[in-house]
């Protein structure tokens, strides 16, 4: 079982930056997928980015170019770097990680607020 830990969310005004951490609670070197979801009020829980055992990322259109996704095996952690904030990505962001069994494990989330 892995349990996965969100933090440093909060409020940013518009063109802003913030970086959210996910740590799991065992090492992550053997979890295939990682990825960060987020839920807005109202809105059914997207994909926002993801990145595989090798490296590879994948984001969806409205945040190609300013958010960045990246996981440090070491320190058996996940990161999300978003920059050029806007109002639409207002969320709660949440971590999400699946093995290769098919174990799949959520975080509880951390809000982010970027006022209109």
């Known amino acids: 079982q892995v349990q996965l830990v969100e933090s440093g969310g909060g409020l940013v005004q518009p063109g802003g930056s913030l970086r959210l951490s996910c740590a799991a609670s065992?090492?992550?070197?053997?979890?295939?997928?990682m990825a960060w979801y987020r839920q807005a009020p109202g809105n059914q829980r997207e994909l926002v980015a993801t990145?595989?055992?090798?490296?590879?990322?994948y984001y969806i259109d409205s945040v190609e170019g300013r958010f960045t996704i990246s996981r440090d095996n070491a320190e058996n952690t996940l990161y999300l770097q978003m920059n050029s904030l806007k109002s639409e990505d207002t969320a709660v962001y949440y971590c999400?990680?699946?093995?290769?069994?098919?174990?799949?494990?959520w975080g509880q989330g951390t809000q982010v607020t970027v006022p209109s």
């Open positions: 990145i595989n055992r090798s490296g590879f990322t």
């Open positions: 065992r090492n992550i070197f053997n979890i295939d997928t």
């Open positions: 999400y990680s699946i093995s290769t069994d098919g174990a799949y494990y």
